[in-house]
């Protein structure tokens, strides 16, 4: 009797001691994972900070016929800008902005817009201001009191700018 209770004892020890390494390596694996998780949700947060523009000024040009919007943005992110069919453009009356999409041949009456970067190499590189030159479909989309300009980079932070109309 004696060598029965001796074998379970150590047969429920080793069972014991299995069970709590099986416990051991599943809270390991979940930390890992865990860890994983945050670091890339923590790498995808510095992409987008690197990412970022911010429109310093904007305002109509009613020198030309017809009249279209002019945004100054500068790129105070980390990383350059080379294709701008990713850059979202949305101008027009506050509350009522129009999504513009970018064509290097833009034109007055088209809905596009193009960008025309400081030293003109077609690279929106870090700290470098831009011209973005917004052409309305219509006239009536250039009228208001008060408009809105916001431009988003894909996956970057977007910037926001309200501006009356000139005098």
Not at 49 to 65: C, E, G, K
Not at 87 to 101: F, Q
Not at 128 to 133: L, Q, S
Not at 144 to 159: H, Y
């Amino acid at each position: 009797m004696g060598f029965s209770i001796t074998m379970s004892h150590i047969l429920t020890v080793i069972g014991s001691v299995v069970l709590a390494s099986g416990f051991s390596v599943y809270a390991l694996y979940t930390g890992q994972s865990l860890q994983s998780n945050v670091l890339q949700n923590v790498s995808d947060i510095k992409r987008q900070m690197s990412l970022q523009v911010q429109i310093a000024y904007a305002t109509i040009d009613n020198f030309t016929n017809p009249d279209h919007f002019v945004i100054y943005a500068k790129n105070i992110g980390w990383i350059p800008l080379n294709n701008f069919t990713y850059l979202d453009v949305y101008v027009g009356e506050y509350g009522k902005a129009i999504l513009y999409s970018y064509s290097s041949t833009a034109q007055n009456g088209t809905g596009t817009f193009n960008l025309t970067d400081a030293n003109e190499d077609g690279i929106w590189d870090s700290r470098e201001t831009a011209v973005i030159r917004a052409y309305p479909k219509e006239q009536s989309d250039i009228e208001g009191t008060m408009f809105e300009a916001k431009v988003l980079p894909f996956r970057g932070l977007a910037s926001s700018f309200l501006f009356p109309p000139p005098p």
